[in-house]
Nanobody, 117 residues
Framework: QVQLVESGGDLVQAGGSLRLSCAAS????????MGWYRQAPGKQRELVAH???????NYASSVKGHCTISRDNAKNSVYLQMNSLKPENTAVYYC???????????WGQGTQVTVSS
């Protein structure tokens, strides 16, 4: 059974910072690809940042320079540090992890990030 527990979403002012956390359970998810996605009202879910099992990372062009994805394999957790937040960063942020057992992605319940101007 794979479960993802996200935390860290909040209401912040423009220019502020937030750190999102996601802890995954389930042996089949350990040391696998993990990522953060977001969905703004009226828009499709989009990639924010991705971390591969080998340690490589990639980011959406819109967040490069002010978001950093990191992971703690011992805790089977992934984090997203967001700085210099803008109102357009307002969205529900979702954590995702790949399971080698089911060969599919699992998603968290989402955490709301709201940036006020």
């Amino acid at each position: 059974q794979v479960q993802l527990v996200e935390s860290g979403g909040d209401l912040v002012q423009a220019g502020g910072s937030l750190r999102l956390s996601c802890a995954a359970s389930g042996r089949s998810t350990r040391r696998n690809d993990m990522g953060w996605y977001r969905q703004a009202p009226g828009k499709q879910r989009e990639l924010v940042a991705h971390s591969t099992s080998g340690g490589s990372t990639n980011y959406a062009s819109s967040v490069k320079g002010h978001c950093t994805i990191s992971r703690d394999n011992a805790k089977n957790s992934v984090y997203l540090q967001m700085n210099s937040l803008k109102p357009e960063n307002t969205a529900v942020y979702y954590c995702a992890v790949y399971s080698t057992e089911s060969r599919s992605w699992y998603w968290g319940q989402g955490t709301q990030v709201t940036v006020s101007s």
